[in-house]
């Protein structure tokens, strides 16, 4: 394997699905996405073999499963027990939160550590015209079931669209922190769907940091190589005191230091979100035998050694479909 494919652990992020009960305009097409017969789709021991083949060989430091919405996935804890039973280091999930306050308790039994939760809005009405329908209050229970089953921390993810939640950004912080999770402020990127609409929608980081700097005293936190947050403590002087952070994609790339490997729900191999496409892994891991396990194997290595500084993002596939 070549030496930047040995430079360090790999992040990775596995999408389990590209369903999803919701269709905010940034992530899913007007019209879905094609459905995927079940042999296109990944098994939990297909999953499990991935994580398992990328741990002996090049080490793993965060696995976090993503969507679409992975909770819509039938049997999601059996593979969460798998994963734990690989080993998988930081054990994550990031989800929209609306079937979260039912499942919380037996995901945290199943070995998941913690959870990301996409909030975009408080506001119904603003959260429905973002999500194309849902009910805010729904994530609200799922953020609280997570607290009571120590799914630790809990991170809020909110995307900010000039005209739409941009001024809600402190309300957003005031009620992450307020409870006691974290929140990231993400900027809007133009991939798909998002393209069509992304000068109009994109609101920059630094607009909504220094819309926070008004409320919250923000002293920066030390940052890690290829971290992708910029994150400081932000504390507003009445008692809400905790983490923001600032996903700066396309003003900010962090591409320097990069570790992330992505693995869609149908087995293609993602080194850049900004590129979005790979080779297929999916023969690989139906076949255990030691040819297929160094085809996988040279996969991955091709992804991380092609990482370079991106030009732009040139993604064709919505975010749904490559789990962003």
Do not use: W
Request: aromatic letters at 4%.
């Amino acid at each position: 394997m070549s030496g930047a494919a040995r430079a360090g652990p790999v992040s990775l992020r596995i999408s389990v699905t590209d369903r999803c009960q919701l269709g905010c305009f940034y992530c899913m097409p007007p019209g879905g996405v094609v459905r995927r017969g079940r042999s296109e789709i990944l098994t939990f021991e297909e999953i499990a073999r991935f994580v398992r083949v990328l741990g002996e060989e090049l080490g793993l430091s965060k696995v976090r499963l993503t969507g679409g919405e992975p909770l819509v996935r039938r049997g999601l804890a059996e593979l969460i027990a798998m994963l734990a039973g690989e080993s998988a280091p930081d054990l994550a999930l990031t989800t929209n939160g609306r079937l979260l306050a039912a499942m919380a308790a037996d995901l945290r039994r199943a070995g998941l550590r913690r959870v990301n939760v996409s909030l975009d809005s408080l506001d119904p009405r603003t959260y429905a015209a973002i999500c194309g329908g849902g009910d805010p209050g729904l994530v609200v229970e799922g953020i609280e079931a997570a607290r009571r089953a120590a799914l630790a921390p809990v991170k809020l993810n909110a995307v900010v669209l000039r005209g739409l939640n941009d001024r809600e950004v402190v309300h957003l912080a005031r009620f992450a922190l307020g409870r006691g999770c974290a929140i990231r402020f993400l900027e809007l990127m133009p991939i798909g769907c998002a393209r069509r609409f992304f000068a109009e929608r994109f609101v920059p980081a630094a607009q909504v940091r220094a819309r926070l700097a008004e409320a919250f005293e923000l002293r920066a936190l030390p940052r890690q190589p290829g971290q992708s947050s910029r994150e400081f403590l932000a504390d507003d002087g009445a008692g809400r005191r905790g983490t923001v952070g600032f996903i700066a994609s396309e003003t900010q790339p962090f591409c320097a230091g990069c570790r992330r490997l992505r693995l869609t729900s149908t087995g293609q191999v993602i080194g850049c979100l900004a590129r979005g496409e790979g080779p297929s892994v999916r023969e690989f891991l139906r076949d255990d035998s030691d040819s297929c396990r160094q085809g996988l194997i040279g996969v991955v290595a091709d992804a991380l050694s092609s990482k370079r500084l991106r030009a732009g993002f040139r993604t064709p596939q919505p975010m749904v479909a490559v789990g962003g």
